[in-house]
C-alpha cells in the first residue's frame, strides 16, 4: 500500500524539478511601444518595407519629455535602400507623443 503513493509524489516532485528549471522569458524593453511606433510611421510616410531597426537610445530631456531614437533601414517600392532615423519625443508620464522626426540616411 505504502508504494503506490511514491510513484505520484515522485513524479510531483520530478515535475516541480523540471518546472523550475526552465527558462523564463524577460519582459519587451521599455523601448518596444515606441519602436513599433517608429516603424508604422515610417511604414505610412515612405510607403516602404522596414528591413531592420535599431533603438539607438533614449534622452530624457525634462521631467515630462522624453526622447527615443530608433534607426531603420527600409527598401522602397521601386528597390531603393536607405536608412531613416526616427525621433520620437513623449511625455513619460502619459506616453502622449509631442513630435516625431525623421532624418534619411544612406547608412
Sequence with gaps: ?????????LTMVLGLCLGASMPVSPAAPEYAK????AVKVTQQKYNAD?????????TDIQPKLSEEKFKL???SKTGK???VLVSIRFNPATDQI???NFSETDR
Design 1 to 9: 500500500m505504502k508504494k503506490m503513493w511514491i510513484v505520484p509524489l
Design 34 to 37: 515606441w519602436g513599433t511606433v
Design 50 to 58: 522596414i528591413l531592420d531597426y535599431k533603438h539607438v537610445g533614449r
Design 73 to 75: 533601414w527600409v527598401r
Design 81 to 83: 535602400e536607405f536608412g
Design 98 to 100: 509631442e513630435t516625431i
